[in-house]
């Protein structure tokens, strides 16, 4: 069955970097877009952007360019979320999420991984 | 960006009850709306997008309407693993924006 299993709880310091790991499986991995969804403790889903899995292609929303890498190992089926120099702001819980061809929604989602950024 | 408008934001029912969400954009987005399922210890689900359109595996008894700027989510004949979270989506156009979300407590 389709799963994609992100990795685990990060604790991290201000001007520190993560990186959240999505590991697909169960279809084709450069057949589906992966979009990125922030959820802040308490609060609603923010959308991130996406990566297109085929070309490695990443379009991120703006209150997400600069500090935010989408990236891909493709050969893994996997998608990876790199934040740098994290902020307090930064802290919440992070999803992936595969894209339904066609349609810019979100078919199958991750367990999501909870980043805390604390001094 | 769209503001999607989700209302209430807290809903109480018993099962059997019918009950409906509300989701209005600050702009036409067409039909495209989509409605996500929130629970605890589980992935988030997609339940129906294009406004009306059932995502595979999703009861019958889920519907959706609407077109423009207002939407309605209806759950007939609530069932005990309905009590959950829900998320309006509009996929109308980047950036994706939800609706701040609708908790349904049993009664």
């Known amino acids: 069955q389709i799963q994609l299993v992100q990795s685990g709880p990060e604790l991290k310091k201000p001007g520190e970097s993560v990186k959240i790991s999505c590991k697909a499986s169960?279809?084709?991995?450069?057949?589906?877009?992966m979009h990125w969804v922030k959820q802040a403790p308490g609060k609603g889903l923010k959308w991130m952007g996406w990566?297109?899995?085929?070309?490695?292609?990443?379009t991120y929303a703006d209150d997400f360019k600069g500090r935010f890498v989408f990236s891909l190992e493709a050969s893994a089926s996997t998608a990876n979320l790199q934040i740098s120099n994290l902020k307090n702001e930064d802290t919440a819980t992070y999803f992936c999420?595969?894209?339904?061809?066609?349609?810019?929604?979100?078919?199958?989602w991750g367990q999501g991984a909870s980043a805390t950024v604390s001094s | 960006d769209v503001q999607m408008t989700q209302s209430p934001s807290y809903l109480a029912a018993s099962p059997g009850e019918s009950v409906s969400i509300s989701c209005k954009a600050s702009?036409?987005?067409?039909?495209?709306l989509a409605w996500y399922q929130e629970k605890p210890g589980k992935t988030n689900k997609l339940l129906i997008y294009?406004?009306?359109t059932l995502q595979s595996g999703t009861p019958s008894r889920f519907s959706g309407s609407g077109s423009g700027t207002d939407f309605t989510l209806t759950i007939r004949s609530l069932e005990p693993e309905d009590f959950a979270v829900y998320y309006c989506?509009?996929?109308?156009?980047?950036?994706?924006?939800f609706g701040s979300g609708t908790k349904l407590e049993i009664k």
């Open positions: 989506q509009q996929h109308n156009e980047y950036p994706l924006t």
């Open positions: 702009k036409s987005i067409n039909t495209y």
């Open positions: 294009s406004g009306s």
């Open positions: 169960g279809y084709t991995f450069t057949d589906y877009a």
């Open positions: 990566i297109n899995t085929y070309t490695g292609k990443p």
């Open positions: 999420a595969r894209g339904l061809p066609g349609y810019r929604v979100m078919d199958a």
